[in-house]
Nanobody, 119 residues
Framework: VQLQASGGGLVQAGGSLRLTCTAS????????MAWYRQAPGKQRNLVAR???????NYADFVTGRFTISRDNAKNTVDLQMHSLKPEDTAVYYC??????????????WGKGTLVTVSS
């Protein structure tokens, strides 16, 4: 299983970016998908999560600015980011909770994509 994230880059404060993550590796049964971020010298934090049924939850620091969505047929999860702030600068990682059979699940991570917001 591989997760490939794309869409990061440099943007001015107040701008927008859209991140996309695609899971690949055969026939996948994916439960939750999520985006995390990690700023330099800080721990990795949850940004947003979406269940297979489309139920979402967001970190307080992005509510109203970011929107997570997914396409179950394509095994993708997107993060639309608006009104970006310099403090949103971080490496953004996608994750997917994948059913492995026999009732077990395993979390997979992408390598991350850098988002830099200039003031």
């Amino acid at each position: 299983v591989q997760l490939q994230a794309s869409g990061g880059g440099l943007v001015q404060a107040g701008g927008s970016l859209r991140l996309t993550c695609t899971a690949s590796g055969g026939r996948l049964s994916i439960d939750d998908m999520a985006w995390y971020r990690q700023a330099p010298g800080k721990q990795r934090n949850l940004v947003a999560r979406i269940t297979r049924d489309g139920i979402t939850n967001y970190a307080d620091f992005v509510t109203g600015r970011f929107t997570i969505s997914r396409d179950n047929a394509k095994n993708t999860v997107d993060l639309q980011m608006h009104s970006l702030k310099p403090e949103d600068t971080a490496v953004y990682y996608c994750s997917a909770l994948i059913q492995m059979g026999w009732g077990s699940r395993r979390a997979y991570w992408g390598k991350g994509t850098l988002v830099t917001v200039s003031s």
